[in-house]
C-alpha cells in the first residue's frame, strides 16, 4: 500500500542557543502528529556569524537527540566526560535519559547544512542512563540507488544495518537523488514515517514540496519520491508512535507536570545528574 500525504510543515526563520539562526520545522504544535517526533530544526547557513555562538552547557532530560550534518562541522561536549567532532555526513546521537549536560558548538564552515531531531523516549525508559555515540562516515553504509545513494544512519535496508539504539527503533535515511530521477523508499506498514526535504524541492506520493519542509505521511509499506530540475537530498524517518501523554519543559521532556517539577528542582539543588 502506497504512501500518501497526511501533514506539511514547512520550518520558518528562529533562533535558539546563544542566538544561532535556524529553521524551526517541527515544535509543540506538531507533537501529535508526528508522535514520536518532537522538534525538529535545520541549520542551512555560508555565514558563521549565524551559527558559532552555538548551544552553550544546557540539560536534557526524556529524549534523544539526533545531530546529522550534511556539511559543516560541530563539537559535542557532555557531562558523561565525552567529547567529540562530526563532519559532513556525520552524526551524533544522544540518549539523555534520566539527565545528561551538554553543549554543541558549530564550528566555522564553509557551509553549515544539518538537522537535530527530538524523539521523544518511551515513559518506561525516560530514566535510563544517558549515552553518547558518534557515528562517522566510516559507520554509516552506503547503498547506491538508481541516480543516487542511500545512507543508512538508523535502522535496515535490504538486510544491510545502520545504527540501532536501545529504545525506540529509529529507522533514518538520508537519500540524495540526482535531477529528474524517482526512488520507492520501503516502509514499516503501521509506523509514523516522515521526510524532510533538507536540499532543493522535490515531490513526496506526487505532491510538489519545497526545501526545508517536513511531511507526514499515511500508513503504507512504500514511498515515492521525485526530484525535478535539481539533485535534491531527503531525510526519510520512522519509527513506532507512542501515544503517551507528554509534560514538555525547555529542553526536557516528561509524562506529568509533576515530572518536570522535580526536574527543574533537581537542576536548582545540583541533583539533576544521577550518578551510578
Known sequence: ??????????GSPDKDGAGVKLIRVLDRETVDKYDPFLLLDSFDSRNPD?????????PHRG?????????????????????????????QWMTAGSGILHEEMLLESEYMLGIQLWVNLPAKDKMTDPEYHEITKDKIPEIPIENGKLRI?????????GHRGNYLPVTFY??????????????????????????????????YVEEKTAVMTTEGDKLFIE??????EILF?????????????????????????LASKELREGTFIKLK
Open 153 to 161: 544512519i538508523g535502522g535496515e535496508y535490504n538486510g544491510v544495518y
Open 227 to 232: 526530484s525535478m530540475e535539481e539533485d535534491i
Open 1 to 10: 500500500m502506497e504512501r500518501k500525504v497526511k501533514h506539511v510543515v514547512k
Open 174 to 207: 538520508d537519500i540524495h537523488l540526482e535531477k529528474n530521477s524517482s526512488f520507492v523508499i520501503p516502509a514499516e506498514k503501521d509506523e509514523s514515517a516522515f521526510v524532510f526535504l533538507l536540499k532543493g524541492n522535490g515531490k513526496v506520493a506526487g505532491a
Open 63 to 91: 529524549i534523544e537527540t539526533i545531530t546529522f550534518l550534511s556539511n559543516g562541522s560541530i563539537r559535542h561536549k557532555d557531562s558523561l566526560d565525552n567529547i567529540g567532532i562530526i563532519s559532513d555526513g556525520e552524526v
Open 237 to 261: 524517518i520512522s519509527a513506532p508512535r507512542l501515544n503517551e501523554e507528554i509534560a514538555w519543559g525547555g529542553p526536557i521532556v516528561m509524562n506529568t507536570r509533576e515530572e518536570l517539577r
Open 50 to 58: 549565524d551559527y558559532i555562538a552555538g548551544f552553550p552547557m544546557h
